[in-house]
């Protein structure tokens, strides 16, 4: 059975979107990851979407979202990716386990700041990921 991951942050333009994608490139069949921002700004940021299309791993189906569009979807664990989200998280049905893993917020900067902030998710979020028991 498929495990069901949100990734969420504040604004859902940046880290949450690449952990998502990131997250759905290395345990596909295994994890689905959705991402949402608990102040959603409507937009990916175009240096994220730059770093995903440049590790072939960015889909059209990946856009910014308000946390109202998932909270229907039963997820098995939530991730917070930033102080904000991690304080103003709201409690999801059936007691769903959440961790905090907070990663610097690379908008407003340059494209570097996007390679590390990708290279930090991709070591951190998916060793945690990986040795995650989702059978607790």
Known sequence: MIKKVLVLCT??????????????????????????????????????????????????????????????????????VCENASQTCPVFPGNTPIIHLAFNDPDGKDYDAFELCFEEIQNRLLSSLSSYSFDK
């Open 11 to 80: 604004g859902n333009s940046c880290r949450s979107i690449i952990a998502e994608a990131l997250i759905n490139s290395e345990f596909e069949g295994k994890i689905k990851a959705y991402s949402s921002g608990v102040a959603a700004s409507g937009r990916v940021n175009p240096n994220a979407k730059k770093i995903l299309q440049s590790k072939h791993i960015w889909k059209d189906e990946y856009h910014s979202k308000v946390i109202d569009a998932v909270m229907h979807i039963p997820f098995d664990l939530v991730i917070t």
